[in-house]
């Protein structure tokens, strides 16, 4: 399947239909930034699903609201609700689907300006999640839109989505809509996913992770005479100095090829996300030996290391832990999975955006892929549509910060991008 460009003069047009609806683009922008659908817990989920889908209306889509029934985080306190437009031009496939986040994290310490005030100043729209990602979804929307403002009728299908909980998983959100078929491999023939990446890379995907808790069992005993009983945090410490001497060295020697940014995480790494033993603290405290202590540890893996293999390593270090200190009895306890995922090379949505970047940018894309996770891998893997990438308005290193902003030449730059990959998309593949 092969991506056919466009004509220049429809490029031109398209440019020349976004430049017109920038001002609302930006004025979309802002108003969804008014909706602090902050996660957790996941406010006013549902009145930002109702947003998008009467903007989605508006513009001629058909729309549904999905609500993630029987997920356990979906309460009349916080519901949990998902919106899908769809718009089929003359064929159902190829259906091109445009799905952002509309979850954002608390806004934090730091701020200088209202962080859900939507404030637009000096070519910028502030506000926490202006880049991660209600630009992004403003650009997937209005890209759709534009393509219908230049009077251009589509060859497929195109869907716009706005979900929730990214952050925290994206289980009631993308997730569900993969479970429940909404997003499917006999479907949906492409998605892109405009997180903030920087309007010039295209990210191709994000390394696996493992979740996993160490739990030591000592003996309690008289903190006067620790020899009699077995410190849980004495041998959680031996397990970390493992951590430390034997698996980071070999950690840091592993090198994937998938071309994750910054350059530190194309290693494999490990973090320690908590520890807990003892006796609290800040409680009162009696002369005892520890007889309990967990950890949570964030392992990082790569996709050449692959999940069996990172979950046997950790499963030796802890056998290891064993032998040294024989007293302590350790567990192991799996806390989350989540699997490395990759754009296949000569998947054609990847040339549709570079090629798309290329003619609006005037300058060359790069391929990235995440050190993180995002919904990728519930499109890839749940879903089973391999046509993934993530592609969208604002930088990535403002993403979570204080001050979070999107720049409107970027939200502008990456809405004619997504159009111009969406339309080659759906006519490059009607073609084969
Ligand atoms: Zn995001």
Same mark, same amino acid.
């Given at each position: 399947m092969d991506v056919v460009p466009l004509d220049p003069a429809l490029v031109e047009r398209i440019s020349a239909v976004v430049d017109a609806t920038a001002d609302e683009i930006v004025a979309f922008t802002s108003e969804l930034i008014r909706i602090p659908t902050v996660n957790p817990p996941g406010e006013e989920y549902e009145t930002c699903a109702r947003f998008i889908g009467d903007t989605l209306k508006r513009f001629d889509f058909e729309v549904q609201y999905v609500a993630a029934e029987g997920?356990?985080?979906?309460?009349?306190?916080h519901p949990r609700v998902n919106v899908i437009g769809r718009r089929q031009g003359r064929h159902p496939h190829p259906l091109v689907h445009l799905n952002g986040h509309f979850d954002v994290v608390p806004a934090g310490?730091?701020?200088? &300006?209202? %962080?859900?005030?939507g404030l637009v100043r000096d070519g910028k729209v502030y506000g926490?999640?202006?880049?991660?990602m209600k630009a992004g979804i403003a650009a997937g929307l209005f890209a759709a839109e534009v393509l219908r403002r230049a009077g251009i009728e589509l060859p497929g299908t195109i869907e716009v989505s706005g979900t929730v909980d990214e952050e925290s998983g994206g289980l009631a959100g993308v997730k569900y809509l993969a479970d429940t078929q909404w997003i499917a491999k006999d479907k949906t023939d492409f998605v892109i996913i405009p997180e903030p990446l920087d309007v010039d890379r295209v990210c191709i995907g994000h390394r696996g992770v493992y979740w996993f808790e160490v739990e030591a069992h000592g003996r309690i005993g008289h903190g006067s005479m620790p020899f009699l009983g077995a410190s849980a945090i004495e041998g959680m410490s031996r397990f970390q100095a493992l951590v430390e001497e034997q698996l980071k060295p070999k950690l840091a020697g592993r090198l994937t090829?998938?071309?994750? &940014?910054? %350059?530190?995480?194309?290693h494999a790494t490990i973090n320690t996300n908590g520890i807990q033993g003892g006796q609290p603290v800040d409680g009162v405290q009696t002369p005892c030996v520890a007889d309990h202590c967990r950890a949570i540890f964030d392992r990082r893996f790569l996709l050449e290391e692959g999940l069996e293999f990172t979950k046997d390593e950790i499963a030796a270090l802890v056998n290891e832990a064993r032998r040294l200190v024989p007293d302590i009895r350790f567990e192991v306890h799996d806390r989350l999975i989540v699997h490395p995922t990759r754009t296949p090379d000569d998947s054609p949505i990847i040339p549709a955006l570079t090629g798309a970047i290329q003619r609006v940018l005037g300058r060359q894309a790069s391929l990235i892929a995440s050190p993180g996770t995002y919904d990728h891998k519930h499109v890839a893997?749940?879903?089973?549509?391999?046509?993934c990438v993530a592609y969208g308005p604002?930088?990535?290193?403002?993403?979570?910060?204080?001050d979070e902003y999107c720049g409107i030449a970027d939200l502008v730059a990456a809405t004619k991008v997504i159009a111009i990959a969406s339309l080659e998309l759906m006519q490059g593949a009607a073609r084969a």
């Open positions: 997920h356990p985080d979906h309460t009349a306190a310490e730091g701020w200088t &300006v209202d %962080p859900f005030g926490r999640g202006a880049c991660d090829d998938v071309p994750v &940014v910054p %350059p530190g995480a194309r893997k749940i879903a089973g549509v391999p046509h604002g930088e990535l290193v403002l993403a979570h910060q204080p």
